[in-house]
């Protein structure tokens, strides 16, 4: 069981599960839910195949060093924006994300859709969607070898989102979304720097696997303090 | 396919940030300072971020 990655994919996978379900929520009010989850359910055997797919060519003939930096590069490359789209949120630069509007676009995109472009749309969603999750568990699995654990947070992840999103039938506005983008954008650029440095320069990190806990622990002070300093910038140059 | 290349690559300025990033990674380590990579590294990630988030 890979305990460190379990909290990052869990809460990434959240989100990513929570817009899914908007976009499910309203195919399922033209063609009922039952083809509506059925289409996520399809989405979500594409995602389970590119995953073992994935890591299995991922896995085959490459050293550990090379797959090291190749995960660092990506969760840099993910959890950079993650951190960047979120500190602009906070700072007004750049509008919340709103499940009650993404649930309008999706039912003015159905329009008079027939029943097969509705079903796409909610396939394609999902897989859209879970095209960040796969990354994350892919990245971590690779690394830790913990395929069946991490691919259990992310499960679980879903099943906690749609069973509350099933139960109350509306879009999931009151997930504090921008809070956990945020959180878990710092989780990931922490793992990042610390594989791809790693990966550079072999083991330099001053207090090994704990040397995590002080990178989140900056990322998280640094990010917050960078949200003034990202708003004051624009307010001058307006 | 332009959907997956966009989740694992970012747009072209999230590319620039993290090659740069890498870069101030793999210099300090290539010269024989790997030790100040363990700063410099969290340091050009945050400025990174902080730039990506103005743009």
Known sequence: ?238 | MKALLKTLFGDARNVAAVAAVVAVAAALTKTGHAAWAVVAMPAACLAAVGWLARS
């Open chain 1, 1 to 238: 069981m890979d305990w460190p990655a379990f909290l990052p994919l869990f809460l990434t996978a959240g989100v990513e599960w929570v817009e899914a379900f908007t976009i499910v929520l309203a195919v399922s009010l033209t063609i009922g839910w039952a083809a509506a989850l059925g289409a996520a359910a399809a989405g979500l055997g594409t995602l389970a195949v590119l995953t073992v797919a994935t890591g299995g060519a991922l896995s085959a003939g490459l050293n550990m060093q090379a797959i090291q930096f190749v995960i660092g590069v990506f969760l840099l490359l993910f959890g950079v924006r993650w951190m960047a789209k979120a500190i602009a949120r906070q700072a007004g630069l750049k509008p919340l994300h709103d499940e009650d509007a993404e649930f309008r676009e999706t039912r003015a995109r159905i329009g008079r859709a027939d029943w097969f472009a509705a079903w796409l749309v909610a396939y394609k969603g999902t897989l859209m969607e879970g095209l960040e999750v796969w990354l994350i568990v892919v990245a971590f699995s690779l690394h830790s070898r913990a395929w069946v654990s991490n691919g259990i947070a992310a499960l679980a992840a879903l099943l906690v989102v749609f069973t509350t999103g099933l139960a109350i039938r509306a879009p999931l506005r009151r997930v504090p979304e921008n809070a956990i983008k945020f959180i878990v954008g710092a989780m990931i650029v922490s793992f990042g720097t610390f594989w791809t440095l790693e990966a550079l320069a072999g083991a330099v990190w001053p207090l090994g696997d704990w040397s995590l806990l002080g990178l989140e622990a900056f990322f998280l002070a640094g990010g917050q303090a960078l949200v003034p300093l990202v708003r004051g910038r624009r307010v001058a140059a307006a």
